[in-house]
């Protein structure tokens, strides 16, 4: 199976009620990024990456094959197994978020090698830390157009910095510094978006995906100008609680990258729960520490992650397939490759 971790978020698309929401807040030296996930299954789980992981790219076949060992601890939340995340943070403070985009197209098989589009997540988690470093990886890694799920990227480092990636007619294309008019990002093509918002005709007119983008970039815009001691952890969930969709907005994340602290509450627990970067041990123990999502504790959860196994990553995986069913169609031997996955990455 060539691109198991694609097929598992191979969606129907179906227009404005599977989306997700991305923004940076930067304030006297302090940078906040906010997320919201909306699907139909909120399952998913708290993972940490540990650095000193060796790890390859997972069932590409004929494609170039790419080999690493994980230089920077992460954590992440994932929904469809072990090192397929869809965003996260690591010990640098860089973070990696992914949003829908019909129009994305990946690069053509060439020499590079290949990744599917969440692996791609967790190698930038484990390699860089910065959004210079991100971009470079192009010169020698793809995303494999076969079987993907149309996915852009919004990206920050510890630095304060922010830059959109997307993938248009099989080239990366980035928007950062003075071309990021907005640290923001929906599920429209950056580039439109932006001209959208700026379009006095059409104000009020937006579509769902736009109008989230005018949103955020209004609240952010709003924070950043005023002299308002708010809290930004507050004002970043303030802004994804405004942009959100009932029904479908099932994870809101904030990370504080200043401070190495995550924030995060769910469709179902709505008392947040905070993870502190420097109170896990992200060294490579032969363990694979994770958190229910889910689950009803609140408060700083540093300290109670447990070993992920090979059945709760199985089972991880399945639940989100079946919770998901009526967008995805996927096999059962899908779901065990993914599982399987878990047993190939190990400390150095």
């Known amino acids: 199976m060539k691109q198991v971790a694609a097929l598992l ?110 692996q791609w997540i967790q190698y930038q988690l484990d390699n860089c ?81 736009v109008e989230r983008f005018a949103t955020a970039c209004s609240m952010v815009n709003q924070y950043q100008a005023t002299n308002s001691n708010q809290d930004p952890i507050d004002y970043g969930f303030t802004i994804l609680n405004k942009i959100a969709q009932p029904g479908y907005t099932k994870w809101s994340i904030v990370y504080d990258i200043t401070n190495l602290q995550v924030y995060c509450i769910t469709d179902q627990q709505r008392q947040r729960k905070q993870i502190s970067l420097r109170d896990i041990d992200l060294s490579c123990t032969g363990t694979m520490p994770a958190l229910n999502l889910g689950s009803s504790q609140k408060g700083n959860v540093s300290k109670l992650f447990t070993p992920l196994s090979y059945e709760q990553n199985k089972t991880l995986i399945a639940r989100s397939v079946r919770e998901s069913s009526s967008q995805i169609n996927v096999s059962q031997a899908s779901v065990d490759k993914a599982a399987a996955y878990y047993k190939e990455v190990h400390c150095k």
Not at 185 to 193: F, H, I, K, M, S
């Open 9 to 118: 978020l191979l969606m129907i698309f179906t227009g404005t009620s599977f989306a997700c929401s991305t923004f940076l807040l930067s304030k006297n030296g302090r940078h906040v990024f906010g997320r919201n996930y909306d699907w139909v299954s909120g399952n998913g789980m708290i993972m940490v990456n540990a650095r000193g992981v060796s790890k390859s790219s997972f069932g590409q076949d004929g494609d170039k094959a790419l080999a690493w060992v994980a230089a920077y601890g992460s954590i992440t939340f994932n929904q469809f197994g072990k090192e397929f995340p869809h965003g996260g943070m690591n010990e640098k403070g860089l973070v990696v978020e992914l949003m829908w985009l019909n129009e994305t197209v990946y690069p053509e098989a060439d020499k590079r090698a290949a990744l599917n589009e969440l």
């Open 129 to 209: 830390s910065t959004i210079d470093e991100v971009i470079a990886t192009d010169k020698k890694l793809r995303i494999d157009r076969a079987d993907a799920a149309p996915l852009h990227y919004l990206v920050a480092d510890a630095r304060g910095r922010a830059a959109t990636i997307e993938f248009i007619m099989g080239k990366m294309i980035v928007h950062q510094g003075k071309d990021l008019t907005y640290p923001v990002l929906t599920n429209t093509r950056y580039d439109e978006a932006v001209k959208e918002v700026k379009d006095t005709k059409k104000q009020g007119n937006f579509d769902n995906s």
